[in-house]
């Protein structure tokens, strides 16, 4: 038996959808909202460093998404917690969790940090690095590839931050944007477009470098990001997508965040 009632289902979307219970816009806008979020983020923590005297506070602030990031979260889940209840449903109805699918699911986690994860990434890096940087082994600005913190704000990104970014990025673009807009759209196809170019968009300003930077970090997420919603629309549970996210973001913070 599911722990929570399936209210996340294509159907019960429908059907709140017929009764104009769901803002008709909100998937569409929810799906920029935390490349809006990170902009904003990244813009204030700049100011926050220049007002504190840190030497070049534009090029310091690279460094610091995954402390700044947290708040990304707190303010998309907030959007999140209102919409839901806009549905009369609740926050967690768009895990769309069963117990007794627990071992399924984190096997499923594991092979997507295993296998989809390696490929989609390293696939998407060469021709994102050949299109934006005419070459498959590109040299990245400061704070595009590694970055340094002090030892708090290493393990405040190795303990804290990942975690809740995994679970808020699942919940935004596939628990709540991508059955929507599939519903909205009557196209999958055109659902999973949608999502996956405001998922990378996001990735664009994680953090926003220049231009070129961000084109790179587009295309090498594109495949990432279709692969997680064709894997979310076979089994239509968050759990394994988010055991999968977790794993990527542990070992990213693990490898790339250093102290300094």
């Known amino acids: ?24 816009l909100a998937p569409f806008l929810i799906i920029l909202a935390r490349p809006g979020l990170a902009i904003l983020a990244q813009g204030l923590f700049t100011l926050l460093l220049a007002q504190s005297g840190v030497p070049a506070p534009t090029t310091a602030a690279r460094h610091w998404w ?55 990434v390293f696939g998407g890096g060469l021709v994102g690095g050949w299109l934006a940087y005419g070459s498959l082994n590109p ?17 405040f990104s190795r303990i804290l931050w990942w975690p809740l970014w995994s679970l808020t990025e699942e919940l935004t673009f596939q628990g709540y944007a991508l059955p929507r807009l599939q519903a909205l759209t009557r196209s999958t196809w055109l659902a999973v477009a949608s999502v996956s170019f405001g998922w ?32 979310y629309l076979r089994v239509r549970r968050l759990s394994p997508l988010i055991v999968g996210h977790w794993l990527m973001d542990f070992a990213s913070v693990l490898f790339m965040v250093q102290v300094g």
């Open 1 to 24: 038996m599911a722990i929570f009632s399936n209210l996340n289902s294509p159907s019960a979307i429908e059907a709140r959808i017929a009764e104009q219970r769901m803002p008709r």
């Open 66 to 120: 995954t402390v700044y990031g947290t708040f990304i979260d707190l303010g998309c889940l907030g959007i999140l917690f209102w919409l839901t209840r806009q549905e009369g449903i609740r926050l967690f109805d768009l895990l769309s969790f069963d117990k007794t699918k627990i071992k399924t699911d984190i096997l499923i986690g594991v092979g997507i940090f295993l296998v989809v994860f390696p490929l989609s």
């Open 139 to 155: 040299t990245f600005p400061e704070g595009g590839f590694v970055r340094v913190l002090p030892l708090w704000a290493v393990w």
């Open 200 to 231: 990378s968009l996001q990735h664009s300003f994680l953090p926003w470098i220049d231009p070129r930077h961000a084109l790179y970090l587009f295309i090498t997420f594109v495949p990432l990001t279709v692969a997680m919603q064709l894997i």
